[in-house]
Protein backbone atom coordinates (compact mmCIF):
# COMPACT_ATOMS: atom_id res chain seq x y z
CA UNK A 1 0.00 0.00 0.00
CA UNK A 2 1.53 3.55 -0.91
CA UNK A 3 0.55 6.11 1.67
CA UNK A 4 -0.12 10.10 0.52
CA UNK A 5 0.32 12.70 3.23
CA UNK A 6 -1.08 15.73 3.09
CA UNK A 7 0.64 18.51 4.56
CA UNK A 8 1.15 22.13 5.37
CA UNK A 9 1.78 24.29 8.96
CA UNK A 10 -1.13 26.81 6.87
CA UNK A 11 -4.80 25.99 7.67
CA UNK A 12 -7.29 26.99 5.06
CA UNK A 13 -4.69 25.19 1.90
CA UNK A 14 -7.28 23.01 0.78
CA UNK A 15 -6.00 19.63 2.04
CA UNK A 16 -9.32 17.85 2.97
CA UNK A 17 -10.79 18.69 -0.13
CA UNK A 18 -7.80 17.34 -1.93
CA UNK A 19 -7.46 14.31 0.16
CA UNK A 20 -11.29 13.73 -0.38
CA UNK A 21 -11.16 14.56 -3.91
CA UNK A 22 -8.34 12.53 -4.73
CA UNK A 23 -9.47 9.18 -2.89
CA UNK A 24 -12.64 9.67 -5.44
CA UNK A 25 -10.54 10.15 -8.03
CA UNK A 26 -8.05 7.12 -7.85
CA UNK A 27 -11.52 5.02 -7.11
CA UNK A 28 -12.75 6.25 -10.63
CA UNK A 29 -9.66 5.96 -12.58
CA UNK A 30 -9.66 2.25 -11.24
CA UNK A 31 -6.64 2.58 -8.99
CA UNK A 32 -8.75 1.52 -5.55
CA UNK A 33 -9.23 0.51 -2.96
CA UNK A 34 -8.60 3.49 -2.09
CA UNK A 35 -9.01 4.62 2.43
CA UNK A 36 -9.24 8.10 3.72
CA UNK A 37 -7.42 8.74 7.17
CA UNK A 38 -8.55 12.14 9.03
CA UNK A 39 -6.11 12.75 11.89
CA UNK A 40 -7.14 16.32 12.35
CA UNK A 41 -9.12 16.98 15.41
CA UNK A 42 -11.53 19.26 13.20
CA UNK A 43 -12.56 15.82 11.80
CA UNK A 44 -13.69 17.44 8.69
CA UNK A 45 -12.96 14.81 6.42
CA UNK A 46 -14.75 12.33 8.46
CA UNK A 47 -17.65 14.63 8.56
CA UNK A 48 -18.01 15.12 4.92
CA UNK A 49 -17.30 11.10 4.82
CA UNK A 50 -20.20 10.47 7.15
CA UNK A 51 -22.33 12.63 4.95
CA UNK A 52 -21.25 10.62 2.08
CA UNK A 53 -23.78 7.75 0.20
CA UNK A 54 -21.18 5.79 -1.76
CA UNK A 55 -19.04 3.31 -0.26
CA UNK A 56 -16.07 4.37 -1.74
CA UNK A 57 -13.39 5.26 -0.97
CA UNK A 58 -13.30 3.67 2.37
CA UNK A 59 -12.46 6.07 5.73
CA UNK A 60 -10.35 4.76 9.16
CA UNK A 61 -10.59 6.92 11.55
CA UNK A 62 -7.47 6.76 13.70
CA UNK A 63 -5.32 9.07 16.00
CA UNK A 64 -2.01 10.44 15.04
CA UNK A 65 -0.36 7.85 17.78
CA UNK A 66 -2.20 5.07 16.72
CA UNK A 67 -1.36 5.92 12.93
CA UNK A 68 1.76 3.46 11.91
CA UNK A 69 -0.81 0.28 13.34
CA UNK A 70 -3.53 1.82 10.92
CA UNK A 71 -1.54 1.80 8.35
CA UNK A 72 -0.51 -2.04 8.85
CA UNK A 73 -3.60 -3.00 9.30
CA UNK A 74 -4.90 -1.27 6.33
CA UNK A 75 -2.24 -2.83 4.07
CA UNK A 76 -2.95 -6.41 5.08
CA UNK A 77 -6.69 -5.49 3.98
CA UNK A 78 -5.36 -5.06 0.63
CA UNK A 79 -5.79 -1.21 0.13
CA UNK A 80 -3.46 -0.21 -2.47
CA UNK A 81 -3.35 3.77 -1.46
CA UNK A 82 -4.05 5.56 1.70
CA UNK A 83 -4.87 9.18 1.74
CA UNK A 84 -3.94 10.64 5.00
CA UNK A 85 -5.26 14.06 6.12
CA UNK A 86 -3.45 16.43 8.58
CA UNK A 87 -3.74 19.27 10.84
CA UNK A 88 -1.99 22.67 10.35
CA UNK A 89 0.81 22.42 11.91
CA UNK A 90 4.63 21.69 12.36
CA UNK A 91 4.56 19.25 15.40
CA UNK A 92 6.69 15.82 15.84
CA UNK A 93 3.53 13.56 15.69
CA UNK A 94 3.10 15.12 12.03
CA UNK A 95 6.69 14.51 11.50
CA UNK A 96 6.05 10.62 12.84
CA UNK A 97 3.20 10.71 10.22
CA UNK A 98 5.54 11.84 7.07
CA UNK A 99 7.76 9.46 7.87
CA UNK A 100 5.68 6.32 6.83
CA UNK A 101 4.27 8.48 3.47
CA UNK A 102 5.44 7.39 0.34
CA UNK A 103 4.90 10.57 -1.10
CA UNK A 104 3.87 13.80 0.81
CA UNK A 105 1.40 16.70 -0.97
CA UNK A 106 2.03 20.44 -0.01
CA UNK A 107 -1.03 22.45 -0.91
CA UNK A 108 -0.01 26.39 -1.14
CA UNK A 109 -2.51 29.20 -2.01
CA UNK A 110 -0.45 31.82 -4.36
CA UNK A 111 0.08 34.25 -1.96
CA UNK A 112 3.00 36.46 -0.59
CA UNK A 113 2.09 34.80 3.04
CA UNK A 114 1.40 31.44 1.86
CA UNK A 115 4.46 31.09 -0.17
CA UNK A 116 6.57 32.09 2.74
CA UNK A 117 5.33 29.78 5.03
CA UNK A 118 5.87 26.89 3.22
CA UNK A 119 9.71 26.02 3.98
CA UNK A 120 8.84 24.10 7.10
CA UNK A 121 6.69 21.69 5.53
CA UNK A 122 9.33 21.40 2.84
CA UNK A 123 12.07 20.85 5.24
CA UNK A 124 9.56 18.36 7.15
CA UNK A 125 9.64 16.19 3.81
CA UNK A 126 13.37 16.72 2.99
CA UNK A 127 14.40 15.78 6.84
CA UNK A 128 12.22 12.56 6.42
CA UNK A 129 13.98 11.96 2.92
CA UNK A 130 9.95 11.84 1.30
CA UNK A 131 9.41 12.58 -2.46
CA UNK A 132 7.58 15.65 -2.50
CA UNK A 133 5.77 18.06 -4.71
CA UNK A 134 3.64 21.58 -4.44
CA UNK A 135 0.08 21.83 -4.99
CA UNK A 136 -1.05 25.24 -6.05
CA UNK A 137 -4.98 25.67 -4.61
CA UNK A 138 -7.74 28.03 -4.82
CA UNK A 139 -5.91 30.26 -7.90
CA UNK A 140 -7.76 32.47 -9.65
CA UNK A 141 -7.96 32.19 -13.26
CA UNK A 142 -5.38 34.26 -15.82
CA UNK A 143 -3.89 35.66 -12.70
CA UNK A 144 -0.12 36.67 -12.76
CA UNK A 145 -0.16 35.96 -8.81
CA UNK A 146 -0.23 32.20 -10.22
CA UNK A 147 2.26 32.07 -12.55
CA UNK A 148 4.59 33.55 -10.65
CA UNK A 149 3.78 31.27 -7.38
CA UNK A 150 4.54 28.08 -9.33
CA UNK A 151 7.83 29.87 -10.45
CA UNK A 152 8.82 30.58 -7.37
CA UNK A 153 7.93 26.86 -5.98
CA UNK A 154 9.88 25.54 -8.85
CA UNK A 155 13.05 26.85 -7.35
CA UNK A 156 12.69 24.48 -4.16
CA UNK A 157 10.77 21.22 -5.90
CA UNK A 158 8.68 19.76 -8.23
CA UNK A 159 5.37 21.70 -9.03
CA UNK A 160 2.05 20.15 -10.09
CA UNK A 161 1.00 20.94 -14.04
CA UNK A 162 -2.25 20.38 -12.80
CA UNK A 163 -4.10 23.95 -10.51
CA UNK A 164 -6.67 23.93 -8.42
CA UNK A 165 -8.64 26.69 -9.43
CA UNK A 166 -10.61 28.54 -6.84
CA UNK A 167 -14.35 27.60 -7.71
CA UNK A 168 -17.33 27.26 -5.16
CA UNK A 169 -18.53 24.05 -6.51
CA UNK A 170 -15.63 22.51 -4.39
CA UNK A 171 -17.26 23.52 -1.63
CA UNK A 172 -20.52 23.22 -3.12
CA UNK A 173 -19.83 19.38 -3.98
CA UNK A 174 -18.29 18.87 -0.21
CA UNK A 175 -21.61 19.93 1.07
CA UNK A 176 -23.39 16.45 1.16
CA UNK A 177 -20.53 14.11 0.60
CA UNK A 178 -19.58 14.28 -2.57
CA UNK A 179 -16.81 15.61 -4.81
CA UNK A 180 -16.16 17.57 -8.31
CA UNK A 181 -15.49 14.54 -10.22
CA UNK A 182 -19.63 13.18 -8.91
CA UNK A 183 -21.55 16.03 -9.31
CA UNK A 184 -19.94 17.68 -12.52
CA UNK A 185 -17.51 14.86 -14.16
CA UNK A 186 -16.81 16.72 -17.07
CA UNK A 187 -16.45 20.08 -15.36
CA UNK A 188 -13.19 22.10 -15.14
CA UNK A 189 -13.08 21.21 -11.49
CA UNK A 190 -13.44 17.36 -12.31
CA UNK A 191 -10.94 17.84 -15.36
CA UNK A 192 -8.07 19.58 -12.49
CA UNK A 193 -8.64 16.02 -10.20
CA UNK A 194 -8.35 13.83 -12.64
CA UNK A 195 -4.62 15.73 -13.52
CA UNK A 196 -3.38 15.44 -10.42
CA UNK A 197 -4.41 12.70 -9.48
CA UNK A 198 -2.43 11.58 -12.38
CA UNK A 199 0.46 13.42 -11.82
CA UNK A 200 0.46 12.10 -8.07
CA UNK A 201 0.42 8.66 -9.43
CA UNK A 202 2.94 8.97 -11.92
CA UNK A 203 5.37 10.91 -9.57
CA UNK A 204 4.98 7.93 -7.03
CA UNK A 205 5.77 5.29 -9.59
CA UNK A 206 9.08 7.09 -10.89
CA UNK A 207 9.85 7.17 -6.95
CA UNK A 208 9.11 3.67 -6.37
CA UNK A 209 11.35 2.89 -9.87
CA UNK A 210 14.01 4.89 -8.25
CA UNK A 211 14.08 2.82 -4.49
CA UNK A 212 14.01 -0.41 -6.52
CA UNK A 213 17.05 0.60 -8.69
CA UNK A 214 19.07 2.07 -5.73
CA UNK A 215 18.21 -1.33 -4.07
CA UNK A 216 19.15 -3.31 -7.42
Avoid: C
Avoid at 65 to 87: C, M, N, Q, W
Avoid at 118 to 140: D, H, M, S, W, Y
Amino acid sequence: MQVIVFASQKGGVGKTTLTANLGVAAEIAGDGPAVLIDTDPQGSLAAWWNAREAETPALAPTTLSDLPEKLKALGEAGFRYALVDTPPAITDAIRAVVRRADFVIIPVRPSPHDLRAVGRTVELAREAGKPFAFVVTQAKSNALLTVQAMAALSEHGVVSPAVVHDRVDFAASMTDGRTVLETDSRGRSASEMTALWEFVKGRMNESTKARMAKVA
